[in-house]
């Protein structure tokens, strides 16, 4: 890691902070010289074990974005400890699977949790972003969505590729509505990552359901994804508003 620091002066909000690739973005963007607030739902001990890493740089919050009051409950209490936020990093997320022939009761239930931590959360912590953007002369949001998204999903997390997909309208409208207001929007939509997560689903269904249709044969990195966060934040890029950057390895059609 070089010692430049293109990203010195800057407070950014990570949600899904304390582990995968939440964790590794806060790595990389301290390292950049950013200070990240750090939010977590439940998982204190890696929230802090993080902080520790980081030798006590930035923030850490809790923030439960399951509930319809997290997201705006977390905006109020970031912005008290930090002052002013320059970005918004939507990492956080949750995938589950529900099948066709689930009770209705459970079908609706699935797909509401999904939407609520994965979409409105994001949604919600735009919305109060793009309001202390718009007085503050600009800033950035990078949400993160999924190859599942622009692809649908094969197996039984559709509700996830649909939040996935309402993450990157999302980012586009706030992109066009936004951009003269100083605003840089941009999803990033990972396939495999080895994260948790991925390693839950290898276990159930095996690698080659992961990474059998990956033309390099190999899940991404977090580190990966935490160096494009970091690139994709640095002033010198603003034509990038309103992208989805791919990183999936070349699978993104099969």
């Excluded at 809790?62 to 936020?85: C, H, N, T, V």
């Amino acid at each position: 890691m070089s010692h430049v620091t293109p990203l010195a002066g800057q407070t950014v909000l990570i949600t899904g902070a304390s582990g995968g690739i939440g964790a590794a973005i806060a790595e990389r963007l301290s390292a950049e010289g950013a200070r990240p607030v750090i939010q977590y739902g439940r998982d204190r001990e890696g929230a802090e074990a993080l902080h520790r890493r980081l030798g006590g740089d930035g923030l850490i919050v809790q923030a439960d974005l399951s509930g319809p009051d997290g997201a705006f409950a977390l905006w109020r209490d970031a912005l008290a400890a930090a002052g002013r936020i320059h970005a918004v990093v939507n990492n956080a997320g949750i995938r589950n699977e529900i099948s066709i022939d689930a009770d209705p009761s459970d079908w609706r239930a699935a797909w509401q949790k999904e939407f609520q931590v994965n979409f409105f959360a994001a949604a919600d912590l735009c919305k109060e972003a793009l309001v202390h953007f718009r007085q503050h002369g600009g800033g950035r949001i990078v949400n993160m969505a999924s190859r599942a998204g622009q692809r649908g999903y094969a197996a039984d997390a559709r509700p996830y590729g649909a939040t996935k997909a309402a993450l990157i309208n999302l980012t586009k409208s706030i992109a066009r509505s936004f951009g003269r207001d100083g605003v840089v929007a941009v999803s990033i939509a990972p396939g495999w990552v080895r994260t948790d997560m991925a390693e839950d689903f290898v276990a159930k269904h095996g690698k080659d359901a992961a990474v059998g249709d990956i033309p390099i044969g190999e899940m991404a990195e977090t580190a990966e994804i935490a160096e494009l966060v970091a690139f994709l934040l640095r002033p010198s890029q603003v034509s990038v508003n309103g992208a989805t950057f791919d990183v999936n390895g070349g699978s993104y059609i099969r």
